[in-house]
């Protein structure tokens, strides 16, 4: 079945109705681009989704459920202290957020500035530029927070008798906050990777980005506990993911130590607006040239 | 070297004349003013900045264009000649260096966002949403257009039907075949009925038969009163189709007019090319003497003569050889053409 096999259909499309009206104004042509994304999303959802729950579920399943079966005390957080899956839980909710919202922006802009320049399709739409690397952002946020979503059954259920994470949500503000601009930090992180990188070296990203910010990203120990480390400490404040992590645990897990909340979220909410003013001008200058 | 510099002449005159027979059938203001103009460019420019080690890449260097509504208009120029550059700044997707140029009498760099919702693009390379599928990615350009769902929808519809598409509406983007995504680029292209349509290189790559079906297309949609500018480089592509083509090389434009026009002004005569095995003889210069000769080169041992009135010129050219013992190993006679009309205004072969 090639283009040969219609040879003569297409020849006159000389009655071309004129198109219906339209208003294409911006929240308009905005809201028809989130409108694209809900489209591939739900046509991508288990293979999307799969990706981003498996390293969280892995991991509550061998280190709150496997390791204290075998009587691994390496892991207890000590006579009376957390558990090790209360300090997991607000960690890997934070990395899965953190993750799936780098993932849910770099993946596609690697064929959409490279192969066949496909950005051209919505870069073509009548919206400004810059507003497209917003969208593009909160499209990827979004995916980020459902992903953060799906892995709470996850680490909430899966454990040993004995080993429940003890959670009560202290601050419900806090909670959303730092779930909902911690998907927008990390997406325009990701926007802001995604284009000041040469395509051809996203393994790298993974490898010497993404890894090192999930290992770092106190998913494993709270912050404070790294005082013992001081330098490590303090580099781990250059992690977006920490604050995210130690902002799910002040809103999740209160007992367990963490920052003050006016640390995350002037470093979550501060972050968001440098990372997106920055990776929006990176954008524009990759689809203008 | 022959080549005029500026080409001045051709390049501005034939624009002016032309109006009579490039608007059959509408009364063409005779100031061509604003509202007759779909895309004018003054001086516009394009230097790539130079980036690691390479160095600043000037890729357009000051063309003036005039595209009326509903003119089919053709860029012709070989590969690199700065076509697609022009197209991407007339697109609002390449920021021009210098110059000016407006679109519907918008500015490209002023009102990009008001100029994308008038125009339609056809890229050169599958630029097709490849998360949807055909017929998704029509709805979708149609919402980013501004119109309803349903709307949206109807229109696709409408547009694969048109277009003989509509077995492919739930392929994806890179399953089909490259002359049937083409298709689908142009619908996509029509789904907010477009002031202007531009097409880069729509045929490139595309086998012959795909190709003619695809001029069907765009004869078509001319007729029905769309303005279109075409890139090619394509000879025969322009000269099927284009009411006026812009001969462009280097970022320049060296001549336009329609293809008579550019046939006649740009004195593009008949070419024979002939190769001899050695040096060419000297005969052959007293040619260019001759009336209904306009030039001849001498290249080694190729000669090249533009000729108003070629009978019998190439088989003289053999004897004249003959008689200085010289052998003839090729020959060409190339009627006047558009390649005789890029031959004469740059001294290089189009394809060389």
Redesign the interface.
């Known amino acids: 079945m090639t283009a040969s096999a219609v040879p003569a259909a297409p020849a006159a499309p000389a009655k071309l109705a004129p198109p219906p009206p339209a208003r294409a104004t911006l929240p308009r042509t905005f809201g028809a681009m989130m409108a694209r994304e809900a489209r591939v999303m739900r046509k991508n959802f288990v293979s999307t989704f799969t990706r981003v729950l498996v390293q969280p579920v892995m991991f509550v399943f061998v280190f709150a459920y496997v390791l204290p079966k075998l009587g691994g005390g390496a892991m207890a957080g000590g006579a009376g202290g957390p558990t090790f899956s209360t300090i997991l839980l607000p960690g890997l909710i934070g990395s899965s957020i953190i993750m799936q919202a780098m993932m849910a922006v770099i993946f596609p802009l690697m064929m959409e500035l490279t192969w066949q320049k496909s950005i051209t399709d919505r870069a073509l739409a009548p919206v400004p530029i810059p507003l497209l690397a917003v969208q593009k952002i909160i499209a990827a946020a979004a995916q980020g927070l459902i992903g953060g979503l799906l892995v709470f059954p996850a680490v909430l259920f899966i454990h040993a008798d004995g080993e429940a994470p003890k959670v009560h949500v202290d601050n419900w503000p806090v909670l959303i906050v730092v779930m909902v601009v911690g998907s927008l930090l990390s997406a325009s992180g990701g926007l802001l990777l995604g284009t000041l990188l040469n395509p051809q070296k996203v393994q790298m990203l993974f490898a010497m980005v993404l890894l090192p910010m999930t290992m770092l990203g106190c998913v494993y120990y709270p912050w404070s506990a790294l005082e013992n480390i001081r330098w490590l400490q303090i580099l781990s404040l250059f992690n977006p993911l920490v604050y995210v992590s130690e902002g799910l645990r002040s809103a999740l897990t209160p007992e367990v130590p963490h920052m003050p909340t006016w640390a995350f979220l002037l470093a979550i909410i501060a972050g968001t607006a440098l990372l997106t003013w920055a990776a929006t001008r990176t954008f524009t200058k990759r689809v203008l040239t | 070297m022959t080549k005029p510099p500026q080409a001045a002449p051709p390049e501005t005159a034939p624009a002016e004349t032309a109006s009579p027979e490039t608007a059959p059938g509408e009364a063409a203001a005779p100031e061509a003013d604003q509202p007759e103009i779909a895309v004018r460019t003054v001086g516009l420019e394009k230097t790539?900045a130079a980036s690691g080690q390479r160095p600043e890449v000037p890729a357009v260097r000051g063309i003036d264009l005039d595209v009326r509504r509903g003119e089919f208009f053709g860029l012709l120029g070989p590969n690199g000649a700065g076509k697609s550059t022009t197209i991407?700044m007339l697109?609002?997707?390449?920021?021009p260096t210098g110059g000016s140029a407006t679109v519907c009498g918008l500015d490209v760099v002023k009102d990009?966002?008001?100029i994308?919702?008038r125009?339609g693009?056809v890229?050169q390379?599958?630029?097709?949403?490849?998360?949807?599928d055909v017929f998704?990615?029509l709805e979708?350009?149609?919402?980013?257009?501004?119109?309803?769902?349903r709307?949206a929808r109807?229109?696709a519809d409408?547009?694969l039907e048109?277009?003989?598409?509509t077995?492919q509406r739930g392929g994806k983007p890179f399953e089909i075949?490259?002359?049937?995504a083409k298709?689908v680029m142009i619908c996509?292209a029509?789904?907010?009925?477009p002031e202007v349509l531009f097409l880069d290189e729509p045929t490139a790559g595309?086998?012959p038969?795909?190709r003619t079906?695809?001029w069907?297309?765009l004869r078509?949609?001319q007729?029905?009163g769309q303005t279109i500018l075409l890139t090619t480089h394509y000879m025969e592509e322009a000269e099927a189709l284009c009411d006026r083509v812009a001969v462009v090389d280097h970022g320049e434009v060296l001549a336009s007019g329609t293809v008579d026009q550019l046939k006649s002004n740009a004195g593009a005569d008949t070419v024979i090319t002939v190769a001899y095995d050695s040096a060419a003889p000297e005969e052959v210069r007293g040619l260019s003497e001759r009336t209904g000769i306009s030039k001849v080169e001498i290249n080694g041992g190729q000669v090249r003569v533009f000729a108003a009135e070629p009978e019998g010129l190439l088989g003289e050219l053999v004897a004249i050889g003959a008689g200085a013992g010289v052998g003839v190993t090729d020959a060409t006679q190339l009627r006047p053409s558009l390649e005789t009309v890029f031959l004469t205004l740059t001294g290089r072969d189009y394809r060389e």
Request: charged share 25%; no cysteine.
């Open positions: 790539y991407g697109t609002t997707l390449v920021v990009a966002v008001a994308k919702r125009i693009v890229s390379q599958n630029s097709l949403d490849s998360d949807l998704e990615n979708f350009r149609g919402r980013y257009f501004g119109l309803s769902a709307d109807r229109r409408e547009l048109l277009f003989g598409l077995e075949s490259g002359g049937q298709r996509r029509l789904m907010h009925g595309l086998d038969q795909t079906n695809l069907e297309v078509g949609l007729a029905a």
